[in-house]
Nanobody, 126 residues
Framework: QVQLVESGGGLVQAGGSLRLSCAASGRSLNGYTVGWFRQGPGKEREFVAFIRWSSSWTGSTSYADSVKGRFSVSRDNARNTVYLQMNSLKPEDTAVYYC????????????????WGQGTQVTVSS
């Protein structure tokens, strides 16, 4: 099985940037969809972004409307790692961020993903 570990969270001022990492081990992410989700205090878990992993091309990506133009998901095949670059952060971005993986087709629904990391806390101050 694939195992996922998120890192890169922390406290940042509004308008600042942060890059989250989702490092996979156990197997290659080739052919997987890797999604990012977040859950803020008192909120439901929501979709942030996904990338469809491919060994031969860039792969497809998708973003929630709330983060389009600010967040960017990318991959590093050699490190078997997916990144979430977060720019222009807002207090409403405060949440625990999770990465998830599934060998099936891309999806924005959390229920579709089989494997999850433990999450990393992102706190954006005013």
């Amino acid at each position: 099985q694939v195992q996922l570990v998120e890192s890169g969270g922390g406290l940042v001022q509004a308008g600042g940037s942060l890059r989250l990492s989702c490092a996979a081990s156990g197997r290659s992410l080739n052919g997987y969809t890797v999604g990012w989700f977040r859950q803020g205090p008192g909120k439901e878990r929501e979709f942030v972004a996904f990338i469809r992993w491919s060994s031969s091309w860039t792969g497809s990506t998708s973003y929630a409307d709330s983060v389009k133009g600010r967040f960017s998901v990318s991959r590093d095949n050699a490190r078997n790692t997916v990144y979430l670059q977060m720019n222009s952060l807002k207090p409403e971005d405060t949440a625990v961020y999770y990465c998830a993986a599934d060998p099936s087709a891309p999806s924005t629904f959390a229920q579709r993903y089989d494997t999850w990391g433990q999450g990393t806390q992102v706190t954006v101050s005013s």
